[in-house]
């Protein structure tokens, strides 16, 4: 009897109760039955291949098994030495000896103290050299140029772990081989991970003196995204630049690197709602026409969205030109502002006074466009860039302001990269000190006017000669004061320096 015709058949009491109720105990029976008979056969099939297994089972781990099982001493063997080579071994290999006397004593009147072997880059390869110190009467040291402290790594072979590391982004292990390839140089990443630790303790007073340039700079440029730990801030001027990893993104960190009551110059970012409250504002147009961009392809048979679009774009294309016309004076550039701003009213001021509700799709990303347009174009966050004068690095190099924020996007999409990849520090200690490298590495591109290897090791080699930094030149030529507190501290706890 099949399911349908018993079903008719209860419905037409056809079928006593009683039949039902031995039908079910049957039915009962029947599947414990099969229940039994399907533990029975699992029991005699083998272990699924895929099954995840408690124990290791690679070679090592089966030979401790059959040494427990034959309860026989196993015999453990020798490990070879890892240890440090000694200074004497170092000193026989050295391909030279360079002597090195305290400044301003005749050597005459010096004596020998010790030997130490240092690593240098020359002619492209590593040379180990072996310096001769030598002391004064009252006890003045020779001091090795190009060293910090008692290190055995020349400056230059630092700073190159510290760009391949944080700039190029290639993890020690990379960076290693690649020093072993091109300059035959053998590593350790553990000796790698201490010198960048080094450094960046060398350089945590450089990096307080960018966040003090970068609170007086004419224009600075801002952007933020997610990062492994919190975020990372990109803050870009005319003299610092200072990228801040593994922060939080908001009004707290904001107002440590750039306090929006004390800063007087222009503040060039998209309109997240943290950058707010800056006196002087420029939002990036870059946003607003991807918006606008972004319509004319989801609905491409749309002429109001076209039109909208190609009017936008000749608005900014118009003030870029404002901007870069010499023969304009400030009062004509700023005739130029009202006469684009009075487009830009023109464009949206329909669909803006229409005041329609919210809606869905692109009809509802329009209006929310055009309300945006107009509330940057009433608190005078769209032309900023047409009036401001153009800034001057230390470099020489001048260039205008610019209406958006490209670039401070182009300097984090490395570490968006990183993010995605998992290349990215794991603790705050290593956001610290990457922090402080990445600080100090991108700010001498504005102070060099070729950024090589060679130009950034000869500039830090005269700080270190000079006692100060180009920063710290600079701070002290614009006549600005140092902070009371280390501003990284702030921002940054002082903790021991980990792995990044």
């Not at 606008?292 to 000749?314: N, S, V």
């Not at 669909?351 to 929310?368: K, S, T």
């Not at 945006?372 to 205008?400: C, H, I, S, W, Y």
């Not at 520090?425 to 610290?432: E, I």
Request: with cysteine; aromatic share 8%; charged share 25%.
């Amino acid at each position: 009897m099949g399911d349908e015709q018993l079903k008719q058949d209860v419905r037409q009491g056809k079928v006593s109760p009683e039949h039902l109720v031995d039908l079910i105990v049957s039915l009962q029976a029947e599947l414990l039955a099969a229940r039994q008979r399907i533990r029975e056969l699992e029991q005699h099939l083998p272990t699924p291949p895929t099954a995840k297994l408690d124990q290791p089972f690679s070679m090592r781990a089966e030979e401790q098994r059959q040494h427990a099982r034959s309860n026989k001493p196993q015999k453990r063997k020798k490990p070879k030495r890892h240890g440090r080579v000694t200074t004497a071994d170092k000193i026989a290999r050295a391909e030279r000896t360079e002597k090195v006397f305290p400044a301003g004593i005749p050597p005459a009147d010096c004596r020998r103290s010790h030997v130490r072997p240092v690593w240098r880059f020359e002619s492209g390869r590593a040379v180990l050299v072996a310096y001769e110190i030598y002391r004064g009467p009252k006890n003045q040291y020779g001091q090795i140029p190009g060293v910090f402290g008692r290190s055995e790594f020349a400056v230059e072979i630092v700073v190159a772990i510290a760009f391949l590391v944080h700039g190029v982004g290639l993890s020690f292990d990379k960076v290693c081989q690649v020093l072993t390839f091109f300059q035959q140089l053998r590593l350790p990443k553990s000796q790698a991970d201490a010198l960048l630790r080094q450094l960046s303790r060398h350089w945590e007073k450089e990096f307080d003196t960018l966040c003090t340039l970068l609170a007086h700079a004419a224009v600075v440029h801002a952007d933020e995204t997610r990062w492994s730990l919190n975020s990372v801030w990109a803050f870009l001027s005319e003299q610092a630049r200072v990228l801040l990893f593994g922060v939080h993104k908001d009004a707290g960190t904001l107002k440590t690197i750039l306090d929006p009551e004390t800063f007087e110059g222009v503040l060039v970012s998209d309109d997240a709602a943290v950058y707010a409250t800056f006196t002087i504002a420029q939002k990036c147009w870059a946003h607003l026409l991807r918006k606008a961009i972004k319509l004319t392809l989801q609905e491409p048979d749309h002429e109001g969205y076209r039109t909208f679009t190609d009017r936008l774009l000749e608005i900014y294309r118009a003030a870029c030109r404002a901007r870069d016309d010499g023969r304009l004076s400030d009062a004509g550039r700023t005739a130029r502002v009202e006469g684009l701003e009075q487009r830009v009213y023109d464009l949206c001021s329909a669909q803006w006074l229409a005041d329609e509700p919210p809606g869905d799709g692109c009809r509802n990303d329009y209006r929310l466009l055009v309300n945006e347009l107009m509330r940057l174009m009433l608190a005078k966050e769209l032309f900023p860039f047409v009036t401001a004068p153009a800034v001057t690095q230390p470099n020489g190099a001048t260039a205008p302001v610019a209406g958006t924020n490209n670039e401070a996007e182009r300097t984090l999409r490395g570490s968006a990269d990183a993010r995605k990849t998992g290349r990215t520090s794991k603790t705050p200690a290593g956001a610290r000190r990457r922090t402080i490298l990445m600080s100090v590495l991108e700010s001498l591109r504005l102070y060099l006017t070729e950024w090589t290897l060679a130009s950034v090791i000869a500039e830090v080699t005269r700080w270190m000669e000079a006692g100060r930094s180009c920063f710290e030149d600079l701070l002290i030529k614009l006549k600005i004061p140092r902070p009371e507190d280390s501003i990284l501290d702030r921002i940054f706890p002082k903790v021991e320096m980990a792995t990044s």
